[in-house]
């Protein structure tokens, strides 16, 4: 069934704002960069004309928001077989195998983890006016590991702001060169661009804050496997950190050098915990090791 274009009614009850401000501060579920992108299509009528953002509303004024349904994103969906660990009508957890990009760009126009959710979920509502998954936070190319996809936009706001607010739970597996001495601490240091390499991240001085906390999980005689938890995160957080103390990610070729004991940099991401979007339940999730990074930890045993 088609969807329709919804159509909200207000009128103003105390004047003098400007339009833009004034649907801001109503329940519309549209974020301002939504409502000011209706305002500019000529989708907001004020006494049936249409207005600009500056227009000042007065006292009286009927205000008329078209929103058309959300329009197909021209990613095409794709049978690509992704492991989902959990799923109900607002979000997905899935376990994203490494080798597989999170989103369309120059090299991968397709076969993209958002490629693969739009085949999965035909459910998908839209997000920012199109029909896509609301992508809250990415893993690279090689990182394996769970993430969650908003499939409405609501849960997309709401699962945003659980990560600003730096109340999800991220942590991941890594092997790396060497011991770290403490067996457990905190890698407190600002990320930015290289200052040379620009496809690189770097610690820099005047970069984004970055900090990200490291545990011993087990040690061999020249590398250890980590338990690392994310306060923030910055692109490339935790291989740029542990390179940054010398103890770069076996297999990292950007930040570290390759290994014989895998064919990608070793990190997976195991523990994803956050509150429900709707229901603000607790929801936590684990995942093993992918088979194409035990026989590391086996030969190292």
């Given at each position: 069934?088609?969807?329709?274009?919804?159509?909200?009614?207000?009128?103003?009850?105390?004047?003098?704002?400007?339009?833009?401000?004034?649907?801001?501060?109503?329940?519309?579920?549209?974020?301002?960069?939504?409502?000011?992108?209706?305002?500019?299509?000529?989708?907001?009528?004020?006494?049936?004309?249409?207005?600009?953002?500056?227009?000042?509303?007065?006292?009286?004024?009927?205000?008329?928001?078209?929103?058309?349904?959300?329009?197909?994103?021209?990613?095409?969906?794709?049978?690509?077989?992704?492991?989902?660990?959990?799923?109900?009508?607002?979000?997905?957890?899935?376990?994203?195998?490494?080798?597989?990009?999170?989103?369309?760009?120059?090299?991968?126009?397709?076969?993209?983890?958002?490629?693969?959710?739009?085949?999965?979920?035909?459910?998908?509502?839209?997000?920012?006016?199109?029909?896509?998954?609301?992508?809250?936070?990415?893993?690279?190319?090689?990182?394996?590991?769970?993430?969650?996809?908003?499939?409405?936009?609501?849960?997309?706001?709401?699962?945003?702001?659980?990560?600003?607010?730096?109340?999800?739970?991220?942590?991941?597996?890594?092997?790396?060169?060497?011991?770290?001495?403490?067996?457990?601490?905190?890698?407190?240091?600002?990320?930015?661009?290289?200052?040379?390499?620009?496809?690189?991240?770097?610690?820099?001085?005047?970069?984004?804050?970055?900090?990200?906390?490291?545990?011993?999980?087990?040690?061999?005689?020249?590398?250890?496997?980590?338990?690392?938890?994310?306060?923030?995160?910055?692109?490339?957080?935790?291989?740029?950190?542990?390179?940054?103390?010398?103890?770069?990610?076996?297999?990292?070729?950007?930040?570290?050098?390759?290994?014989?004991?895998?064919?990608?940099?070793?990190?997976?991401?195991?523990?994803?915990?956050?509150?429900h979007p709707l229901s603000g339940e607790p929801l936590?999730?684990?995942?093993?090791?992918?088979?194409?990074?035990?026989?590391?930890?086996?030969?190292?045993?």
């Amino acid at each position: 069934m088609t969807e329709k274009t919804a159509v909200h009614r207000f009128e103003v009850s105390k004047g003098e704002s400007r339009l833009d401000q004034y649907l801001v501060g109503l329940d519309t579920g549209l974020t301002r960069s939504q409502l000011q992108r209706l305002i500019a299509d000529g989708q907001a009528l004020v006494n049936g004309t249409p207005a600009k953002p500056s227009y000042k509303v007065r006292s009286g004024d009927q205000v008329t928001l078209s929103v058309p349904p959300p329009r197909p994103a021209g990613v095409v969906a794709q049978d690509i077989p992704v492991n989902v660990v959990y799923q109900d009508q607002y979000l997905v957890v899935i376990d994203k195998p490494a080798g597989l990009a999170v989103h369309p760009g120059p090299g991968h126009p397709d076969s993209t983890l958002v490629n693969a959710l739009l085949a999965m979920c035909p459910d998908i509502k839209g997000i920012g006016g199109e029909i896509r998954p609301g992508i809250v936070h990415r893993l690279d190319k090689d990182t394996s590991g769970l993430m969650m996809v908003a499939k409405t936009h609501e849960a997309h706001t709401d699962l945003s702001a659980q990560i600003k607010a730096r109340r999800v739970t991220k942590g991941y597996l890594g092997l790396v060169e060497g011991k770290p001495t403490p067996s457990n601490g905190k890698v407190d240091a600002p990320i930015g661009r290289h200052p040379r390499r620009r496809t690189r991240m770097a610690v820099v001085v005047g970069g984004k804050e970055a900090r990200t906390s490291y545990t011993v999980r087990e040690s061999f005689r020249e590398h250890s496997l980590l338990e690392l938890y994310l306060e923030t995160g910055r692109t490339h957080q935790i291989r740029v950190h542990m390179a940054h103390i010398g103890h770069p990610l076996v297999g990292d070729t950007t930040y570290g050098k390759a290994s014989p004991l895998v064919d990608r940099h070793f990190l997976h991401a195991f523990h994803l915990g956050f509150n429900h979007p709707l229901s603000g339940e607790p929801l936590e999730f684990r995942s093993s090791l992918p088979p194409d990074l035990l026989p590391a930890i086996d030969a190292l045993r």
